[in-house]
């Protein structure tokens, strides 16, 4: 472990610029916590990195190698050592369920939430004009399924017909912002005739948004995400 301490980092930081020199720049770093030294690298860089926590969330004893009487002494550092930097990390990845690891899960989730709490996102997706290069519908990310997830408290869109069919079958409130064709008298039957739709001002926009911090849990964080 020492020698992958002393010879690691500048190891990867050398790999990483090489990437950047051949036109491959590094989005993001992930390491287990076993390599530690990742997170100084990553951060001496400027890219963002995630932990792979490979572990179970919680102990039920404390392990007998962290007591002062165990004689695997590099063992302890070694595991001491994953938390020293933790703070580092962008992100903690665990691969888990809730009704594996019930009691840990929800004392975590306190003070880091793992998804987004009810009714505390507003969803935007206008279209696109135009692009630098063809673009890419992903199937990890199926805005029918986006819109029905719980988190979500209203969407704002360019009243495009497959988003207007999606709006209405995902049930959410929505802030109309049409642009031309069809988009005029779709967000006119989402406004006037469905009665789920708002105005299509900024002043409108922000309203609509200030309601839904009020109905959020705790007056929450609004966030906006999706494809503008």
């Given amino acids: 472990m020492p020698l992958l301490r002393a010879t690691g980092p500048p190891a990867l930081a050398d790999l990483i610029r090489r990437h950047v020199d051949a036109g491959r720049p ?40 962290l ?27 665990a691969k888990s369920f809730e009704e594996l690891e019930h009691e840990a899960i929800d004392a975590i989730s306190h003070r880091l ?3 987004p709490a009810p009714l505390s996102v507003v ?19 199926p805005q029918d399924r986006v819109l029905a997830h719980p988190a ?23 802030v109309t912002y049409p642009q031309w064709g069809d988009q005029v008298p ?19 926009i922000q309203a609509f948004v200030d309601e839904i911090r009020k109905r959020a849990p705790g007056g929450g964080h609004v966030d906006s995400d999706g494809t503008i």
């Fill in 26 to 65: 590094v989005s993001c770093v992930v390491n287990n916590p076993f390599l530690p030294w990742v997170l100084d690298v990553a951060a001496d860089l400027g890219i963002p990195s995630g932990v792979l926590w490979v572990q179970s969330c919680a102990a039920q004893e404390l392990p007998s190698f």
């Fill in 67 to 93: 007591l002062p009487s165990s004689p695997y002494k590099v063992l302890a550092k070694a595991i001491l050592e994953q938390f020293a930097n933790i703070s580092k990390a962008s992100w903690v990845l």
């Fill in 113 to 115: 939430p793992f998804i």
């Fill in 123 to 141: 969803y935007v997706s206008v279209g696109s004009v135009a692009a630098a290069e063809p673009g890419l519908v992903v199937a990890w990310s």
């Fill in 152 to 174: 979500i408290a209203c969407f704002v869109t360019h009243c495009g017909w497959n988003s207007t069919l999606e709006a209405l079958t995902a049930g959410v409130p929505v």
């Fill in 186 to 204: 779709g967000s006119k039957f989402l406004v006037e005739v469905y009665g789920v739709g708002g105005g299509s001002s900024d002043r409108h």
